[in-house]
């Protein structure tokens, strides 16, 4: 039994009068135009070819990146606006989440906006005075609820309509990344309320950009690209797809942005020093290049996952005293992590020609965010002989929204009295 | 193309969320009516300044000017005013009553035809309180009201809630892609308003300027009105009411057809 069904869906953006910012009709009739400027000139395809169904009690999360055609999809299901071709069946009734409190009237009483609200959501007065006490205690908007609505702070409004829209009671809620809105305890609120909705065997359609959230949330997942599916199915191996697909493309975002830059002076105080490179250059790192397992290069790693630093280097004449170093830092530049061959007894024995010094991280257990790196090669007492300083960068990605930088493998265990289920009791990534 | 099948299942999705329609409209009522200190009488600020304009200039001014078989003249005005600012207004707020309304259009399904129904359905009842002042003018005038006549106002009623209700969901959606249609519309009501037998009776109307005033079909309502409301007598004008239903109708299923097929631009251009 589908509750959503999407077959071959197209849907076409049409821009109308491209000369026209406001159209006159005035203009429209001297200009002899009026059909023209009513045809449309421009079109933009925001939807190719998208079929799913969606069972009965389901949770979907739709993700992509902005304007890859998620919102439309989610309009087009509550039935805002038509498809341009294909089909979409739904069963029951939908209450749509896409702003709250849409069309709420500033100077009449929260109350009679309940009503109204209620009503265009598809309730009759009947159902929504059966629902009022719920409605009123759910947003906690206590005696103001007879005050007008411009009275209310956006923290007010945004709860009576995030109120009134679950109380329609659908058999099919679409919510567009509200959950991005309001604080923390009203975001708890929605969560439970999802919850609830899915115990009730509801079925649920939920646009985000908290990847995080549809993973603990959703029996399945959508990815949209340009209006197309990417990927669709299992959650996790969905989103898994989509993070190296933005990684991909950060990837090459990053490395244009940084070119390595060639600073031969030595810098007054070696520890707040900027970036920069200096050395003797006896020995010559002449690239850096951060690895993934497999092999490919890349600059955006998901945490926990191994990296390889690979240095290539190269020495004019053969050396003896040479130590090795990495160190990684934030991106304000705190120290998270550094070592060299020297500390850890490495014995140096010859260093001549070219080489490769690969530095193994088995696992990036850092939490997310942009790092930078320093490599260096130098002398036992530290005379440097080429260090790269913060010349390299990388990104950790992650879904959890953890803090600080270090995220050491962890796990919950519960006994006795506390009972605890659900996401957040193994940590992802242990 | 033109398919009464498809009006009818408008109407049909009108009438199922009539509830929503009566609380839109009673909003809007409540809405104007407490902001403003004045309050209820602003809407019949404009009727009524009308009505002491033209009585003044007909009556003290130039009282030779006028029909002298008009015994009550600024009674006779209002029977004319009273509907002709329902239908103004409803042409003019619903230029913007898809405009006013983009974050309803883009993020909420809804029946976007209820915005310009609100609007007529509010000047319905700013109407009917109209008509209570015009029972009390009447009854001042000793003029009587409760005739058999009076049967007839509903039909009139119902035609020009049709005509206003058609040529407003044509103006709304018009309004959408031409925004200077509520300014043009302007210039076309005070022109329309001279071109219908509201300040002066059909009959004073020159013979031979008559088939162009019968092709107005607010020309009908307003004789129909005074017909009714003012002068004495049975009304026995069925059929040039007829003309003004079937012009009403007309304008119903384009104003839908065009309203529909624009509709899907809407979420779009507001």
């Not at chain 1, 205690?137 to 908007?141: D, G, K, S």
């Given at each position: 039994?589908?509750?959503?069904?999407?077959?071959?869906?197209h849907?076409?953006?049409?821009?109308?009068?491209?000369?026209?910012?406001f159209?006159?009709?005035?203009s429209?009739?001297l200009?002899?135009r009026?059909r023209?400027?009513?045809r449309p000139?421009?079109?933009?395809?925001?939807l190719?070819?998208?079929?799913?169904?969606l069972?009965?009690?389901?949770?979907l999360g739709i993700?992509?990146?902005?304007?890859s055609?998620?919102s439309?999809?989610?309009?087009?299901i509550?039935?805002?606006g038509?498809?341009?071709?294909?089909?979409?069946?739904?069963e029951?009734?939908?209450?749509a989440?896409?702003?709250?409190g849409?069309g709420f009237?500033p100077e009449i009483?929260?109350?009679e906006?309940?009503f109204?609200?209620?009503?265009m959501?598809?309730?009759?007065?009947?159902e929504?005075?059966?629902?009022?006490?719920?409605?009123v205690?759910?947003?906690?908007?206590g005696e103001?609820?007879d005050a007008?609505v411009?009275?209310?702070?956006?923290?007010?409004?945004?709860?009576?309509g995030?109120?009134?829209?679950?109380?329609?009671?659908?058999?099919?809620?679409?919510?567009?990344e509200?959950?991005?809105?309001?604080?923390?305890s009203?975001t708890h609120k929605?969560?439970?309320?999802?919850a609830?909705?899915?115990?009730q065997?509801?079925?649920i359609?939920?646009?985000?950009?908290?990847?995080?959230?549809?993973?603990?949330?959703?029996?399945?997942?959508?990815?949209l690209?340009?209006?197309?599916?990417?990927?669709?199915?299992?959650?996790?191996r969905?989103?898994d797809?989509y993070?190296?697909?933005?990684?991909?493309t950060?990837?090459a975002?990053?490395?244009t942005?940084?070119?390595?830059s060639h600073?031969?002076?030595?810098?007054?105080?070696?520890t707040?020093a900027?970036?920069?490179r200096?050395g003797s250059?006896e020995?010559?790192?002449a690239?850096?290049?951060?690895?993934?397992?497999h092999?490919?290069?890349?600059?955006?790693?998901?945490?926990?996952?191994?990296?390889?630093?690979?240095?290539?280097v190269h020495a004019?004449?053969?050396?003896?005293?040479?130590v090795?170093?990495?160190?990684?830092?934030?991106?304000d530049?705190?120290?998270?992590?550094?070592t060299?061959t020297h500390i850890?007894?490495a014995?140096?024995?010859r260093?001549s020609?070219?080489?490769?010094?690969?530095?193994?991280?088995?696992?990036?257990?850092?939490?997310?965010?942009?790092y930078r790196?320093?490599?260096?090669v130098?002398r036992?007492d530290g005379?440097?002989?080429d260090?790269?300083r913060?010349?390299?960068?990388?990104?950790?990605?992650?879904?959890?929204?953890?803090v600080g930088?270090?995220?050491?493998?962890h796990?919950?265990t519960?006994?006795g009295?506390?009972?605890i289920?659900?996401?957040?009791?193994?940590?992802?990534?242990s | 193309?033109?398919?009464?099948g498809?009006?009818?299942?408008?109407?049909?999705q009108l009438?199922?969320?009539?509830a929503?329609v009566?609380?839109l409209?009673?909003r809007?009522?409540?809405a104007?009516?407490?902001g403003?200190?004045?309050?209820?009488?602003w809407?019949?600020?404009?009727?009524?300044?009308?009505?002491l304009?033209?009585?003044?200039?007909?009556?003290?001014?130039?009282?030779?000017a006028r029909?002298?078989?008009?015994?009550h003249?600024?009674?006779?005005?209002?029977?004319?005013?009273?509907?002709?600012?329902?239908?103004?207004q409803?042409?003019t707020?619903s230029?913007?009553?898809?405009?006013?309304?983009?974050?309803?259009?883009?993020?909420?399904?809804?029946p976007?035809?209820?915005?310009?129904?609100v609007?007529?359905?509010?000047?319905?009842?700013?109407?009917?309180?109209?008509?209570?002042i015009?029972?009390?003018?009447?009854?001042y005038a000793?003029v009587p009201?409760?005739?058999?006549?009076?049967l007839?106002?509903?039909a009139?009623?119902?035609?020009?809630?049709?005509?206003?209700l058609?040529?407003?969901l044509?103006?709304?959606?018009?309004?959408?892609?031409f925004?200077?249609?509520?300014?043009?519309?302007?210039?076309?009501?005070t022109?329309?308003?001279?071109a219908?037998?509201i300040?002066?009776p059909?009959?004073?109307?020159?013979e031979?300027?008559?088939?162009?005033?019968?092709?107005?079909?607010?020309?009908?309502l307003?004789?129909?009105y005074?017909e009714?409301?003012?002068?004495?007598?049975?009304?026995?004008q069925g059929?040039?009411?007829?003309?003004?239903?079937g012009?009403?109708?007309?304008?119903?299923?384009?104003?839908?057809?065009?309203?529909?097929?624009l509709r899907?631009?809407?979420?779009?251009?507001?």
């Open positions: 039994m589908s509750a959503v069904e999407v077959r071959d869906l849907k076409l953006y049409r821009r109308y009068g491209r000369r026209k910012n159209g006159t009709l005035k429209a009739l200009g002899g009026l023209a400027d009513l000139d421009a079109s933009f395809e925001a190719k070819d998208v079929s799913f169904t069972a009965r009690g389901r949770t993700v992509g990146r902005n304007g055609g998620k439309t999809l989610l309009k087009l509550a039935g805002i038509r498809p341009t071709s294909g089909t979409i069946d739904v029951g009734r939908v209450s989440l896409i702003e709250l849409a009237h009483s929260g109350r906006n309940v109204i609200n209620g009503m959501l598809g309730l009759s007065k009947r929504v005075a059966d629902r009022f006490d719920d409605i205690r759910f947003a906690e908007i103001f609820i007008p411009k009275t209310y702070s956006s923290g007010m409004y945004m709860r009576l995030f109120a009134v829209a679950v109380h329609v009671d659908p058999d099919v809620l679409l919510v567009d509200v959950l991005a809105v309001g604080d923390e009203f929605c969560l439970d309320r999802f609830d909705l899915k115990r065997q509801k079925t359609v939920l646009v985000t950009h908290t990847l995080d959230l549809v993973t603990r949330l959703c029996d399945e997942a959508l990815w690209d340009h209006g197309r599916i990417r990927a669709q199915g299992d959650p996790k969905v989103i797809a993070l190296l697909d933005v990684a991909a950060e990837d975002a990053v490395s942005a940084r070119p390595v600073q031969d002076s030595l810098p007054q105080d070696m707040t900027a970036e920069g200096w250059r020995a010559e790192i690239g850096v290049e951060l690895r993934h397992a092999g490919a290069p890349g600059q955006v790693f998901r945490s926990g996952e191994p990296m390889d630093i690979v240095l290539a004019a004449r053969e050396l003896t005293d040479f090795f170093g990495v160190a990684v830092y934030s991106a530049g705190v120290c998270c992590y550094g060299n850890e007894g014995q140096p024995q260093l020609g070219k080489g490769e010094v690969v530095f193994r991280i088995d696992a990036l257990d850092l939490t997310a965010g942009t790196l320093d490599v260096a130098h036992a005379v440097p002989y260090y790269h913060l010349l390299y960068s990388f990104r950790v990605t992650s879904t959890v929204k953890d930088f270090f995220r050491p493998k796990g919950w519960f006994s009295g506390v009972e289920a659900g996401p957040g009791v193994s940590s992802e990534d | 193309m033109i398919s009464g498809h009006v009818l299942a408008s109407l049909r009438l199922r969320y009539r929503l009566v609380s409209v009673a809007e009522l409540k104007r009516y407490r403003s200190v004045l309050g209820f009488l809407t019949f600020v404009n009727p009524l300044l009308l009505l304009v033209y009585s003044f200039v007909f009556g003290v001014v130039m009282p030779g029909a002298p078989e008009i015994e003249y600024p009674l006779f005005l209002f029977c004319g005013i009273l509907p002709w600012t329902w239908f103004s409803s042409l707020e230029c913007v009553s898809l405009t006013g309304s983009g974050s309803l259009l883009r993020k909420v399904m809804f976007a035809e209820i915005l310009p129904a609007t007529v359905f509010t000047g319905l009842v700013n109407f009917g309180f109209g008509l209570v015009l029972a009390g003018f009447s009854i000793a009201l409760l005739t058999a006549d009076l007839w106002l509903p009139i009623v119902l035609v020009q809630l049709m005509l206003s058609g040529l407003g044509l103006l709304a959606a018009l309004s959408v892609h925004r200077d249609i509520r300014d043009l519309l302007g210039s076309v009501l022109l329309w308003f001279f219908t037998p300040i002066y059909y009959t004073q109307a020159p031979r300027l008559r088939p162009l005033l019968d092709l107005n079909p607010f020309t009908h307003a004789v129909a005074q009714v409301l003012y002068v004495a007598g049975p009304y026995r059929a040039r009411l007829g003309i003004a239903a012009v009403a109708l007309v304008a119903l299923i384009v104003g839908y057809l065009v309203f529909d097929r899907e631009t809407f979420a779009e251009e507001v």
